[in-house]
């Protein structure tokens, strides 16, 4: 099983249109999550930090659940730019690794 | 923000030589730096942790002999891919993470290399 999985897509979606991905990780002792974006090409960059009360940052909303270790990302009223690969990301404690999920391509259509 | 640079962005070299990318932390110390290879279509994944002063930390599966890192001081990781094959073609992203009162936050990535081997 892999440490981090992620439903690969691709998601094709209309413009304005709200959109869910939804992320699960194998170890328990996971301490940090964070959502990445990655163009093509390009390097990842943070999107938002998980934070376990769910937190909210403009049209994106993050939600994590230890107990089912699920973490998801919300994207509301879609726009062109917003097409890019997610990718869900886990930090294991002390080690401060980051384990990448294998990321969720997002194609939004005019 | 905390930037971090990494050259080349792009490389063609020949089968057998050996190829040098250079992770540099342009406004902040960095005492770990990480490096990852991502094939096309792939994710990244952590090829070792590299330690300012110290030997770097390779995950299970990489071979240390082959990818040589080098962290001689708190701006600057490097990665040697030795005796490059076709197979080694990759994008290699460095990464280096800004430590807040003691707590690891964001990470900040170099623009990544393409290395292509012919």
């Keep these: 099983r892999k440490e981090v999985e992620q439903d690969p897509g691709p998601f094709n979606v209309p413009e304005g249109a709200t959109v869910a991905f939804n992320c699960t990780y194998s170890n328990s002792a996971s301490q940090s999550f964070f959502w990445y974006r990655q163009d093509c090409r390009k390097e990842p960059k943070l999107l938002m930090s998980v934070y376990s009360s769910g937190n909210e940052d403009g049209r994106f909303t993050a939600q994590l659940n230890r107990a089912s270790q699920y973490i998801s990302l919300l994207i509301r009223d879609s726009k062109l730019s917003d097409s890019a690969t997610y990718l869900c990301v886990v930090n294991y404690g002390a080690t401060n690794k980051l384990i990448f999920g294998t990321g969720t391509l997002l194609a939004v259509q005019p | ?118």
Aim: a neutral charge; hydrophobic letters at 35%; aromatic letters at 10%.
């Design chain 2, 1 to 118: 923000g905390a930037v971090v640079s990494q050259h080349p962005s792009w490389v063609i070299c020949k089968s057998g030589t050996s190829v040098k990318i250079e992770c540099r932390s342009l406004d902040f110390q960095a005492t770990t730096m990480f490096w990852y290879r991502q094939f096309p279509k792939q994710s990244l994944m952590l090829m070792a942790t590299s330690n300012e002063g110290s030997k770097a930390t390779y995950e299970q599966g990489v071979e240390k002999d082959k990818f040589l890192i080098n962290h001689a001081s708190l701006t600057l990781s490097t990665l040697t891919v030795t005796s490059a094959h076709p197979e080694d073609s990759s994008f290699y992203i460095c990464s280096a993470r800004l430590l807040t009162g003691g707590l690891s936050t964001e990470a900040f990535f170099g623009q990544g290399t393409r290395l292509t081997v012919v």
